[in-house]
């Protein structure tokens, strides 16, 4: 039950949680329905399996580094793993936006990395700082 107090465990939820929405929001939209990627007028995570698979990755470290909170440093790695994922999502959906930026416009979703990108970030600064609190008093003793 002490894990669900640690603000690092609210941010990772809310990372997690925030990401479910990128499953609703999509990146991108076009007027008119257009080839490829933009088929239903939208850019989602349905239109390619490299942002599916970024999406539920992040979903996945961020849900799974909660319950890691024994283990700080791996829990600071996964972390760091999950920025990186989420960065790779962001500039995929980056460059797919790009590619078609002439005939759409952008939406809520490409905000949503955005975001988790900085809960991530501020769930690892407070790991950091416990890790620093144990050391702190282990050198105490």
Do not use: C, W
């Not at 991108?28 to 088929?39: D, K, M, N, S």
């Not at 539920?56 to 994922?85: A, C, D, E, Y």
Request: proline share 3%; no cysteine.
């Amino acid at each position: 039950m002490g894990q669900i107090q640690r603000i690092q465990s609210v941010y990772l939820f809310l990372a997690a949680a925030i990401a479910g929405l990128l499953f609703s929001l999509p990146f991108a939209v076009a007027p008119v329905q257009q080839e490829g990627v933009f088929l239903d007028g939208m850019l989602n995570l349905n239109d390619h399996p490299v942002l599916m698979t970024l999406a539920v990755l992040s979903i996945v470290l961020s849900t799974g580094t909660i319950f890691l909170f024994n283990n700080r440093n791996l829990q600071m790695n996964l972390g760091k793993l999950n920025i990186l994922v989420i960065a790779g999502l962001l500039s995929f959906a980056g460059y797919l936006f790009y590619s078609f930026m002439n005939v759409a416009s952008v939406s809520g979703g490409l905000i949503i990395p955005l975001i988790i990108f900085v809960l991530v970030f501020m769930a690892n600064r407070n790991i950091q700082k416990d890790e620093n609190l144990v050391r702190d008093s282990d050198r105490l003793r």
